[in-house]
């Protein structure tokens, strides 16, 4: 033999092994590709900018779904014959990282960042993602991602400020952004402001409509307000009534007093805000802690006053309630106005809660002086862009879901009260007053050149950054070489939940300073969720860690499950027994390579330019035609991203046509029982065969297939070269027109040479690196002539008639170790010397002793029929099987059966139990009930058509 595979598979040895290879290498980085042959110049680039993880991160689950979809594009880009680069980073996530670093000061030295002071605690967050940040990227490694680590960025690296900067200057400079004093969402555990998007509203919260009243400074009478917050009466400045309500309107321009404070509170008329149908038909106005009171105050002129300090506590202001938390102020509240006999009621209400994103903390409404973006210029020509179809949307109807947004959307507060982020340009002046926004940092206030000026303490908003990515990451403001050639990238891969926080934005800016947009298509995936369809968490203890996952299945199995599972527009199902079927696939491509490479003789050469003069067969010609029709289909439906298709495609051709049929009906020519030359053939073909399928497979399992495809890469290197990448002529000029930074990292691809096991270390193409299969080219279509397309149709005929046997044997219980007797009807001639000519194959498949062709036949009372497409097959039953023997038995496992399936039915009508069981136990039952139908189904069969051979 020439050379032979290990006998088990061991993918945890073979993927960290190969991805050491492609990192000594340089492998991920284009110049790579350019220096080995494998890309055309002239082809469009191919260009993802990994959506960053935040430096706090540890890889989840949506991380390997996520970015596991873009090693499949990226590699199989690689393979088409493009210039490639998939760029890796990390996002520095302001509020995440801050509080991380603060909790590890408070709990190892009892410091506060204010204690440290602001120089200090960026210093020690630096030094904390120096050594505890990027967990994710060492994870990113063992799920085989082939990423150019030489172009690693981070969004606070020197290259990614200077961008930032200069967008924010620009923007100000063209009044894009501006300075303002209005409501915002305040996080009293983070103590910043958040932008809507980080308010997440949880509905359905059980409240209470309090009311209680205020006495009319005259004394007159009262007035009766209801609210859900009684602790923000402390900041009442107003009770609002309809200008037309007849219980109130004689109010108007009266006052209440305060029971608390010693405040003259104003009645208005506000027509826009009160429905004198709802409640009391009277709505108290805080103007600091409400977005509706905030413009009720704005229209009367009202008087603003701010009751909590950035954590939520009742302020100097409060009254004899200073120093409570608000929630211990409400209670306190409630209790003096029911002591003060001014309570009224109180309600069941349902409410909306808004909460941080980040912290999970209630959000407060607060006035406050912040930094904002226009939005409403950069959104115009961001959804024109995705109407005329510059960027495209995958599935389509999540462009409808990103219009609804845009055409709605609001300024975006880009200021936050935080240390850790790029902080703002902007230096204020003391003597003037006046604002100075300046790339560089200014000595002077520009307006009176007064030198007392101060920089703004805040920083920007992370998304602010994140939404420059796909150009500051290639090297923008700068015209680099990256940047002129994978600017606009090619495709945005991200889940639903983040197209407002991040999609919107890119696109918007990248237009705006780039005139293009960032991306020309953008795939929206669903999220992975576990069996019984809940989302995956740590709360529901359904966590699913992949590095556990890996350890058990491997990198290239658990991609390959995650790609096969996700469905266009839905959420992916975690299951286990798929996971194990495709370690199982993993197996099976390994086991039937090393029956390829085993039956490979010694002296071994494959020929240079397949089929060249072989005498090839009709299992040959067929397996060919479908490979050609995997081949076309898989880039077509990767292109459209339709993974799960993909995924489908290569697993049947693999396992169903290759495995089952391919190899089985070579055997008799392999061993050595009709030719030599028909031998040579099959091994030629399956030696090419071999290599198409892992040019397939490879997208989803690169380590697997790049270690298989060594030991064919190191066969070939003993003949003329049958495997060698066939790249495109211009390639080959490419290497001459490298200039700069690309040459750079081109010849850094030439550095070390590790040895990472025998098969690969002579595996190796002109340029002395190894020759990796993800540069090898797409597997190239074998065109057939008509007569071979013929003969390939007959082979699927001479297939028809294996399954018709099977069929047979299978619905009339033959056992099977006994061999059936066939006779094949048909009046095809070409098909009778197909026929005649597998005769050995088609007996060993159907474990049959005899197999006879007739144009006709006449049946006898022992003979089972099954038709094809071009005949029918006789099976005789005579000797083999005792009928009314066999009937007695369906008879009984059907009776047996059909009990079973009506005792699960009757359960899954109970509603006790479908209530009260888990929802696993009632998806097994279901399933169990699915079985038994089945089963039920094969035996009526059956029986029938053994009653027809009585």
């Known amino acids: 033999m020439a050379l032979e595979l290990d006998s088990k598979y061991n993918p945890r040895g073979i993927e960290k092994r190969w991805y050491e290879l492609y990192e000594s290498h340089n492998a991920f980085a284009p110049e790579f590709g350019e220096s080995v042959g494998a890309t055309d110049p002239d082809a469009e680039p191919f260009c993802i900018v990994i959506p960053p993880p935040n430096v706090t991160g540890t890889l989840h689950v949506g991380h390997a779904l996520d970015q596991t979809i873009q090693d499949v594009l990226t590699r199989t880009a690689r393979k088409l014959g493009r210039p490639t680069l998939w760029l890796p980073g990390m996002d520095h996530a302001g509020i995440a990282t801050q509080s991380r670093v603060e909790k590890s000061l408070k709990e190892e030295e009892n410091l506060s960042r204010h204690e440290l002071g602001r120089d200090a605690f ?153 429905d004198p149908e709802f409640g009391t038909g009277a709505v108290k106005i805080t103007p600091a802690h409400d977005f509706n009171d905030f413009e009720v105050g704005k229209r009367h002129n009202l008087e603003s006053i701010t009751i909590f300090d950035e954590s939520a506590r009742v302020n100097e202001l409060g009254g004899p309630f200073a120093g409570l938390d608000r929630f211990e102020a409400r209670k306190a509240i409630k209790q003096k106005l029911e002591e003060l006999g001014l309570q009224r009621e109180s309600k069941e209400h349902t409410l909306s809660i808004g909460r941080s994103q980040r912290s999970q903390a209630i959000v407060e409404p607060m006035i406050s002086t912040q930094w904002f973006v226009k939005t409403g210029p950069l959104a115009e020509a961001a959804i024109k862009a995705v109407e005329k179809d510059e960027i495209k949307f995958f599935p389509a109807q999540w462009a409808n879901l990103y ?73 923008w403001p700068e015209n680099t070489d990256d940047y002129r050639q994978f600017y606009p990238t090619s495709v945005l891969v991200t889940a639903y939940d983040i197209i407002f926080f991040w999609v919107a934005r890119m696109i918007m800016l990248g237009l705006h300073f780039n005139k293009k947009p960032p991306f020309k298509k953008v795939y929206i995936h669903g999220l992975m969720r576990d069996e019984q369809g809940r989302k995956i968490s740590k709360s529901l203890g359904n966590n699913v860690d992949p590095a556990d996952v890996i350890e058990e299945y491997g990198a290239d199995a658990y991609r390959f499950f995650l790609m096969a599972t996700l469905t266009e527009g839905k959420d992916s199902k975690y299951s286990e027994s798929r996971l194990k079927g495709y370690q199982n696939f993993t197996n099976k491509i390994w086991n039937s390579s090393r029956f390829v490479l085993m039956n490979l003789p010694e002296d071994f050469a494959p020929v240079a330019d397949f089929p060249g003069k072989l005498a090839l067969e009709a299992e040959d010609l067929w397996i060919l035609d479908r490979l050609n029709q995997a081949s076309e289909s898989m880039k077509r439906t990767l292109e459209e991203f339709k993974f799960h298709i993909a995924t489908e495609e290569v697993y049947t051709f693999v396992w169903n046509q290759f495995c089952d049929w391919y190899i089985e009906l070579i055997k008799p020519r392999i061993f050595g029982k009709i030719s030599e030359e028909s031998a040579e053939s099959a091994r030629q ?134 061999k059936i007797r066939i006779v094949v009807a048909t009046e095809s001639k070409p098909l009778k010397k197909l026929i005649d000519e597998k005769q050995a ?101 059956a029986r029938k058509r053994l009653e027809g051979l009585r």
């Open 122 to 274: 960026i210093k020690r967050v630096w030094d904390w993602k120096e050594h505890y940040g990027g967990k994710i990227l060492e994870q990113q490694r063992t799920m085989l991602f082939s990423l150019d680590w030489s172009r690693q960025r981070f969004t606070m690296d020197e290259g990614l400020s200077r961008a930032v900067r200069k967008v924010f200057v620009d923007l100000y400079k063209e009044g894009l952004i501006y300075r303002d004093t209005r409501m915002i969402n305040w996080d009293p555990v983070a103590h910043t402001v958040l932008s809507d998007l980080e308010v997440e509203h949880e509905e359905g919260i059980k409240g209470e409509l309090y009311h209680f009243a205020y006495k009319l400074s005259d004394g007159s009478g009262e007035v009766v307000v209801a609210t859900t917050r009684p602790e923000t009466m402390l900041g009442d400045t107003a009770v609002a009534v309809h200008p037309e309500d007849a219980r109130h309107k004689g109010l108007i321009g009266k006052t209440v007093d305060h029971p608390f404070l010693d405040r003259k509170i104003v009645i208005v008329a506000d027509a826009e805000l009160v």
């Open 403 to 475: 219009f609804s947004w845009m055409r709605e959307i609001r300024d975006w507060c880009i200021s936050r009260q935080l240390w850790w982020g790029h902080q703002i340009p902007a230096w204020h002046c003391a003597n003037c007053g006046h604002t100075t926004v300046s790339m560089d940092d200014p000595s002077q206030c520009e307006s009176c050149q007064s030198e007392d000026i101060s920089r703004d303490e805040d920083v920007l908003d992370t998304w602010f950054s994140s939404g420059l990515w796909p150009f500051s990451t290639l090297g």
């Open 685 to 818: 073909t399956a030696f090419y065969l071999l290599k198409g399928i892992l040019g397939l497979v490879h997208p989803f399992m690169p380590a697997l297939s790049e270690e298989i495809f060594s030991y064919l890469a190191r066969i070939d290197s003993k003949s003329t070269g049958a495997l060698a990448a066939k790249a495109p002529a211009a390639a080959k000029k490419s290497a001459k027109k490298k200039t700069g930074s690309a040459a750079k990292k081109s010849a850094s691809t030439s550095a070390s040479k590790k040895a990472v096991s025998s098969a690969t270390s002579s595996a190796v193409g002109d340029s002395g690196a190894p020759r990796f299969l993800m540069w090898e080219p797409w597997p190239a279509q074998i065109k057939l002539k008509k007569a071979q397309s013929e003969q390939a149709a007959l082979l699927s005929q001479l297939q028809e008639i294996i399954g018709a046997a099977r069929t047979v044997r299978a619905d009339t219980g033959i056992a099977p170790d006994k």
């Open 841 to 941: 194959a088609i007996c060993r498949l159907a474990s049959a002793d005899s197999l006879e062709v007739k144009p006709k036949f006449e049946p006898g009372k022992s003979d089972a029929f099954e038709a094809f497409s071009d005949g029918s097959v006789y099976v005789s039953l005579e000797g083999l099987l005792d009928i009314d023997k066999e009937l007695s038995r369906i008879e009984k496992d059907l009776e047996k059966q059909t009990k079973a399936a009506a005792g699960i039915e009757k359960k899954l009508s109970s509603s006790g139990f479908l209530d009260n069981a888990p929802a696993d136990v009632v998806q097994k039952e279901k399933l169990k009930l699915e079985e038994a139908k089945e089963r039920i189904a094969i035996l009526e069969t």
